[in-house]
Structures are given as C-alpha cells and as structure tokens.
C-alpha cells in the first residue's frame, strides 16, 4: 500500500499530531520522524527506515551524499509510538525546522512510501512547482 492523499491537521498544545486514519494502518504502532527535503518532516514506517538508512549509507559510502547529511539524519531521526487516536508527538526542534507551530494547521500528504508534515504555506509553493513541472511545456 501506498500514502497519498492531503489532509490538514492541527498540532495540539503538547506537540502532537493526529495522522489521518487511512495513514495509520499502513504505518503500524511504531515509526521514525526524520527531518525531511524542504523543510518538512518526514514520518517513516519502521520497515521502510531500515531500508532508508541502508541506502543512505550507501550513497555516502560511494561518495553521492555527504557525511554530513547521514549525521544529520542519524541525530534528528526519532523512533515514535503511534497512540490510541493516531497522534505522534513531534518534538520542539523538529516543529522549528518544519516552521510548525500549535496556532496554525499543519498539511500531511503522502509521499508513496512516507508520509509528510509540512507548514501550509512552504507545502503550496512545493505544490506549486510540483504542478508547474508536471504540467511539461506548454503546447
């Protein structure tokens, strides 16, 4: 199965996020929050972040990627228990890089093979130049 769709959500007042439903069968009671591309945060099955660290490493191995980068998402990846209404607690320096905060809403889209939490703003304009490349050249 895969994560797709958009939904918007709401931090509550301890910094935990409710994923939509259909998100959280496919994830399971465990998952990996890991700082994401353009600044917003990725929520990784346990499954799928072993996977990712494994091709991580590789890429740093081969020279792809920097060491730097696998030390960032070594120390920022933070193993979380999905609770009883779906929420996942998102700590304070995850929230500042995402540029979440509890008075606004935070977008949760799927990425196929993760799921992510974006500040609404900075996800249009990712959206925008998403749909700007996938509409191709005009004719």
């Given at each position: 199965m895969?994560?797709?769709?958009?939904?918007?959500?709401?931090?509550?007042?301890k910094?935990?996020?409710?994923?939509?439903?259909?998100?959280?069968?496919?994830?399971?009671?465990?998952?990996?929050?890991?700082?994401?591309?353009?600044?917003?945060?990725?929520?990784?099955?346990?499954?799928?972040?072993?996977?990712?660290?494994?091709?991580?490493m590789a890429q740093v191995e081969r020279g792809e990627l920097s060491l730097q980068r696998q030390r960032t998402v070594a120390a920022s990846a933070t193993p979380v228990t999905v609770d009883k209404q779906g929420r996942v607690p998102i700590n304070e320096?995850?929230?500042t890089y995402a540029g979440l905060s509890n008075s606004q809403p935070a977008v949760v889209t799927g990425n196929f093979t993760t799921v992510e939490i974006w500040q609404p703003a900075r996800f249009q304009r990712v959206q925008e130049l998403g749909t700007t490349d996938l509409a191709g050249d005009e004719l």
């Open positions: 895969y994560f797709v769709g958009t939904h918007e959500r709401q931090l509550d007042d910094g935990r996020l409710a994923l939509p439903s259909p998100f959280r069968s496919h994830l399971g009671e465990h998952c990996y929050l890991v700082l994401g591309k353009n600044q917003c945060i990725e929520v990784v099955p346990a499954d799928r972040f072993e996977t990712m660290v494994e091709q991580l320096a995850m929230r």
